[in-house]
């Protein structure tokens, strides 16, 4: 920590999380300047607003004492924005936070080739098999891979980097020590032991609608580049992509499906500008001379990576199966299906006709198609027997 540690925390506390500190800091010479100016210097400043000149007068910098005993108790580091390892990157941005919490060893940000990954946490299984593969591959040439923490995108971007025998790094919407995500735990523990765990908030702040979009724009902060896989059209995504445009950061993007209005924004980022990515060299290869670290020699082919992926649910033929046997299978089974949805009645008919190869969440489905979540459910239990839909984990459903 660095010796203005309490100033820093006093500023955050009093203004709070994602505050434009920047201009107040510059005018008065530092976080301890400003605290010990007096109140008339302060509402004599135009960066000030009565309510903030408020928040700092009622704010007891002793209370931020708590703060750092307890990271001090958990062994979590505090990185405050005069502190030698806090990111140059980051102060690149308009409002950078104040402090960063870190559990783990924060990598060398300034000197490596980041890339955010962010998607949705309902993601199909081609979503997670083509992240995990990408993210593996930029990890393979050097690149370090940043994401959410939350399930769907951001674990199979996180275990890619960490099957490649990489780092990674999970910027979270929480505070460090809140339950959030259980199901995650387990992967959080890795990644701490192989990059960090990093959040503005302090210890213990639950995670709420607001916290995540505030996380995006350190997501993007701390990269070169952002891949932005399977985005609806009003996603957490598309903030990051946008933070990363106005942060002059590169944006990449997976194409999705055209026949999926489900993720429809992936394809507009494309329309709008963004680098198409389909295959991990078109991450790692705008970055070769810029960055030592990255050695595109490293980068294996899509072919490689997906012989070391489960194919479950995927749907993708394995690599040494003709592809005119492939092709002549798919071809039977469309027809077998076809002719049993020809039969198909009342809710069953309604819940088949609005799916598609696409996995859609169980709420999606029933907002379509009009029908009661019981309805839905035993139309799909129906058309799963039938052999007409597949699902997986998190009551998501598509066609087959």
Known sequence: MSENVRYWLWLQKALGEGAYFSRIVDEFGSAKAL??????????????TARQIDRLGETDINSVDEIIY???????QIIDYDDNRYPKRLKEIINPPAVLYVDGNLPDIDNLAVIGVVGTRKASDYAIKVTHIM???ATDAGLLIVSGGALGVDTAAHKGALMAGG???AVLGCGLGTNY????????????????????????TRASR???PMRNRIISGLSVGVLVVEA??????????????????????IPASVLSLDFAGTNRLIDDGAMVATKPIHLAAPYAERFDTVNLSKVKSIEEYMNTVSDKGANIPKVNEPVFNVALKDRNKRIDNEKQASKLTGSAKTVYQCLNESFAHIDVITEK???????VMAALTQLEIMGLTESTSGKRYKRI
């Not at 307890?70 to 062994?75: D, I, L, R």
């Not at 198609?369 to 309805?375: A, D």
């Open 35 to 48: 605290y010990n100016a007096n109140i008339l210097e302060w509402r004599m400043s135009p960066n000030l």
């Open 70 to 76: 307890t990271c001090q108790s958990n062994n979590w």
């Open 135 to 137: 993210s593996r591959g």
């Open 167 to 169: 780092k990674t790094v």
């Open 181 to 204: 995500l259980n199901e995650n735990k387990s992967l959080r523990d890795t990644i701490k032991h192989n990059g960090a765990l990093v959040t503005e908030y302090p210890p213990f």
């Open 210 to 212: 607001t916290t995540f």
């Open 232 to 253: 609806g059209v009003k996603s957490g995504s598309l903030i990051t992509a946008n933070f990363a445009l106005e942060q002059g950061r590169d944006v990449f993007a």
């Open 369 to 375: 198609t009009g029908l009661t979540v019981s309805q």
